[in-house]
Antibody, heavy 119, light 110 residues
């Protein structure tokens, strides 16, 4: 069955960097668009970024543009999110999700990894 | 502030029918399909309705979706206690070139 397992979250100081990973299994990873979505404590869902199946096309939310970089490694069946210049408002649970068919259609989600930005 | 507007809360008693609205604009709901997600307390979101009114396998037919113009709705009939969760609408926005989520609706089963 489809599994998405995030890792790499933790406590980081404002201005710092962190790299999240998402290990995918149970499906042909290279066939699917993938996204990162986050949820601040007690708040709603916010889409962060997506990457096309080939990795040639990426999009970012305005709130992270220029600071976050999404990438993928099909040989390792892994999705990444490199986060830099982190701010307190980036504190959230970060989910990776598989896109199915159309943008915004996330048919499988990971369990999430918590990123806390605090001094 | 979400561009897709949902009521922050909704409630109903067991067996009742409740609806949750999602209001957008021409650049999102008006021109792209709407998807709905259910997030049970302490868990990751789960796809509930896709492409406006389609149910993934395993989702009970008590859940249904519809879209008209720049608005969409999620209906839950025969409300059950296990339906108590947060519900989010989502879809692509052509102007923002990104995915939008509604602010979420917390459903309480009284």
């Amino acid at each position: 069955q489809v599994q998405l397992v995030e890792s790499g979250g933790g406590l980081v100081k404002p201005g710092g960097s962190l790299r999240l990973s998402c290990a995918a299994s149970g499906f042909t990873f290279s066939d699917y668009y993938m996204s990162w979505i986050r949820q601040a404590p007690g708040k709603g869902l916010e889409w962060v970024s997506y990457i096309s199946s080939s990795g040639s096309s990426v999009y970012y939310a305005d709130s992270v543009k220029g600071r976050f970089t999404i990438s993928r490694d099909s040989a390792k069946n892994s999705l990444y999110l490199q986060m830099s210049s982190l701010r307190a408002e980036d504190t959230a649970v970060y989910y990776c999700a598989r896109e199915q068919g159309s943008l915004g259609l996330f048919d499988n989600w990971g369990q999430g990894t918590l990123v806390t930005v605090s001094s | 502030q979400s561009v897709l507007t949902q009521p922050p809360s909704a409630s109903g008693t067991p067996g009742q029918r409740v609806t949750i609205s999602c209001s957008g604009s021409n650049s999102n709901i008006g021109s792209n399909p709407v998807n709905w997600y259910q997030q049970l307390p302490g868990t990751a979101p789960k796809l509930l309705i896709y492409s406006n009114n389609q149910r993934p396998s395993g989702v009970p037919d008590r859940f249904s979706g519809s879209k008209s113009g720049t608005s969409a709705s999620l209906a839950i009939s025969g409300l059950q206690s296990e339906d108590e969760a947060d519900y989010y609408c989502a879809g692509w926005d052509d102007s923002l070139n990104g995915v939008l989520f509604g602010g979420g609706t917390k459903l309480t089963v009284l």
